[in-house]
């Protein structure tokens, strides 16, 4: 819950506070508590000041205008017109004869004010006590701090609202301090118009829906502005149990700006779940975020410099709960020990700028585990150390996990639990898969989070699970099966299925019975296309990609030394760079180009990720290059992209440019002036050889 304490509350009589809801009734809403904390002492100071600095104005005159030490304002305002019950002047003159009604009936206000009070806390009671057959000041102290204190704490545990809640003010050592404490736990808070949801230990789903990122009917939807299609996205994600939604618009050929405001818009006109704006354009930030009807979360800052000096200024002015992502100025750390780092430094950086750490949501990244092996296991441990070494919460994106292996969603689901048991507190994954909801239910059933396991229970009570058993034989897993019977070891068989070893040996024995180059045009190659072949069909996946690949390397290396031992000249290698453009820290669909492409001959600078315009210009004069291989995955840095092959058409106009990533397509690949589209990396591998005339 988001807490403030306001000293200067309007409402004193009798000295109360109030606490009542920000907005309208829900659980997990926001409360407003109004806690006077001095109004007393300030009213007793202002009068003797008075009675120093002008006698005239002094004990005498105050009390003449009804102002008794120890009232607020509005018991001065009141006391001017005569409502203090019971009240006598020291010179023994008395009310009028109406104030003396009002006194003996402890009633009497006009119509007005019988309405006024009654909309004040207690109104009925606090005349009744004028009366005289009330508690006793002692009682009411003693009844009203339970009642608060009690009502306070179970809201803050258990999300329910209340209306009103009194606690008597000048207690300072008393409940009220406890209540206080207890307010000021940090939470970490997101909220909309319409409901606050809590980041505690209990995990949340972030939908992932609304974004282009591979999504060609979104995409279509964006550029259209079809805000219906939108819409339902948002629609379906609630109805599937989404508590945020995620909200990323950045496409190369509209106007993020405009099209965030508006879609931020709309969409908190038809869902009150709160929104993660999800952008790396400052401006598109801001703007959404200035009409922002609520704390939302601000996905993202990293922890390279010029990202935290662009953020915090925004979180810090409009205030929300920032996502943190562990890379700086070196990259994404390989190890746990470097992520942990950078969230430190995340951490550190935001309190310069007031940013509690309530307020920073730490993303330790997910890394694919078909290109490293370790990527699960490296997330894990840096997800747990986060949480215990600085106590923040933590955000992933799942689902990247699986890249490259069939089925993806068996795998997203089991790291999903694995990743909530090592402290994740909010996954960014798709809802209506019913794979992720399996794990999320059965871990909060499992946890305790799910009492009675009543939501377990109204989901899946009365359903049969239905299991599909495949009538055939799965493909056998590369590098781990055994050789059919009757299967001559050939080196494109070891190729084909990532078997190193025999690979090698392989090679070694028909140098002495064949040509080098007839070894690797009737061995490597035909292996190696037809893996390729296989990936692009969908029924060879990318860590069989990855072995075939290492396999066919240790067998070019053997040729390669044979070669030299024997002094005959290797066959000259056409050059060609790869990078991923600025802005953008994704490389796995860049890594398997450069896989295929060393594989078929060609000599690859690999350039890196988030790199530069002029960095990738520089190398393509420096080294004389004439293809360059662009990929992006990230709809915000097609930008970087089409700024890139505008400085090669520049500096290097004969270079040819061809480009690939999972937001791009053939449209947007004319518009940027690309001259090769690559669906996937064997075709660009088919492109390669084309424009260097190795094949027809």
């Not at 001065?76 to 009936?105: C, F, K, L």
């Not at 798709?430 to 999320?440: Q, V």
């Not at 897993?477 to 494109?492: C, D, F, I, Q, S």
């Amino acid at each position: 819950m988001d807490i403030r304490f306001d000293s200067d509350a309007q409402e004193t009589k009798n000295r109360w506070c109030r606490a009542k809801r920000s907005k309208q009734a829900a659980p997990g809403r926001e409360w407003l508590i109004y806690y006077d904390t001095g109004s007393e002492m300030r009213g007793t100071e202002k009068m003797r000041r008075n009675d120093r600095e002008n006698p005239a104005r002094g004990d005498g005159a105050n009390r003449r205008r009804g102002i008794e030490s120890g009232y607020g304002r509005e018991e001065r305002r009141s006391g001017n017109r005569g409502r203090q019950s019971g009240y006598r002047e020291e010179n023994g003159r008395s009310y009028s004869a109406t104030d003396r009604r009002r006194d003996d009936r402890g009633r009497g206000y006009g119509a007005t004010d019988r309405r006024r009070e009654e909309r004040r806390p207690y109104a009925r009671q606090e005349r009744a006590e004028t009366a005289g057959y009330a508690q006793t000041e002692e009682q009411q102290v003693d009844s009203r701090i339970v009642e608060g204190r009690n009502a306070v704490l179970e809201a803050f545990r258990s999300g329910r609202t209340i209306d009103k809640l009194f606690v008597l003010d000048g207690c300072k050592d008393g409940p009220v301090q406890s209540i206080m404490r207890e307010a000021k736990k940090h939470d970490t808070i997101v909220s909309s118009y319409g409901q606050a949801v809590i980041l505690d230990d209990m995990p949340r789903i972030i939908g992932e829906r609304i974004n282009p990122t591979g999504k060609k009917k979104f995409k279509e939807a964006l550029k259209n502005e079809d805000m219906d299609y939108i819409l339902k996205e948002a629609i379906t994600q609630q109805d599937k149990g989404a508590h945020i939604l995620d909200v990323n618009v950045g496409l190369p050929d509209i106007d993020e700006v405009a099209m965030m405001e508006k879609v931020v818009k709309e969409l908190q006109s038809v869902t009150s779940l709160p929104l993660q704006i999800d952008t790396v354009d400052g401006k598109a930030m801001e703007r959404a975020m200035r009409i922002y009807n609520g704390k939302p979360m601000i996905n993202s800052v990293n922890g390279k410099q010029v990202s935290m000096d662009e953020v915090f200024p925004l979180v810090r002015k409009y205030g929300g709960v920032v996502v943190g992502l562990t890379i700086d100025e070196e990259g994404i750390p390989k190890d746990a020990e470097g992520r942990v780092r950078v969230a430190g430094k995340i951490i550190n950086e935001a309190a310069k700028y007031g940013i509690d750490k309530k307020d920073i949501v730490i993303d330790v990244l997910t890394m694919t585990i078909s290109s490293e092996k370790d990527g699960a296991k490296v997330t894990l441990e840096a997800l747990k150390r986060v949480r215990e070494e600085f106590g923040v919460r933590t955000v992933l994106g799942v689902s990247n996990i699986s890249f490259g292996l069939p089925r993806r969603p068996i795998v997203n689901s089991y790291f999903y639990a694995m990743a909530m048991q090592n402290g994740l507190t909010a996954g960014i994954i798709n809802p209506s898969s019913e794979d992720m909801m399996k794990a999320y239910r059965s871990y909060n059933a499992l946890m305790g989070f799910d009492e009675n396991c009543t939501n377990y229970i109204s989901t899946y009570a009365g359903t049969t699970e239905t299991v599909t058993v495949q009538a055939s034989q799965a493909a056998a897993v590369a590098g781990n099966a055994p050789k059919a019977a009757g299967v001559e070891m050939t080196l494109k068989y070891a190729i084909e299925r990532g078997l190193k070893e025999e690979a090698h040996h392989i090679t070694r024995d028909l140098i002495g019975t064949r040509e080098p180059l007839d070894i690797i045009q009737e061995e490597l190659i035909p292996a190696l296309n037809v893996v390729g072949e296989g990936f692009e069909k969908g029924t060879v996946f990318l860590p069989q990609l990855l072995m075939s690949a290492d396999a066919a390397k240790i067998a070019f290396a053997v040729i390669k030394d044979v070669l030299a031992s024997s002094g005959q000249e290797e066959e000259k290698k056409e050059k060609i760079i790869l990078a991923t453009v600025k802005g953008d820290i994704h490389d796995i669909g860049k890594n398997i180009v450069k896989v295929l492409l060393e594989n078929y001959g060609f000599d690859v600078i690999d350039l890196g990720k988030d790199v530069p315009p002029e960095a990738i210009v520089e190398k393509a004069v420096e080294e004389n290059v004439t293809l360059v291989g662009l990929s992006a995955l990230m709809t915000t840095t097609v930008v970087s992209m089409e700024e890139t092959i505008k400085l090669l058409r520049e500096k290097k106009p004969d270079c040819k440019v061809m480009v690939g990533g999972a937001v791009l397509n053939q449209d947007y690949a004319d518009m940027i002036g690309a001259d090769f589209y690559g669906k996937d990396a064997m075709q660009s591998v088919h492109y390669a050889q084309k424009f260097f005339g190795m094949v027809e």
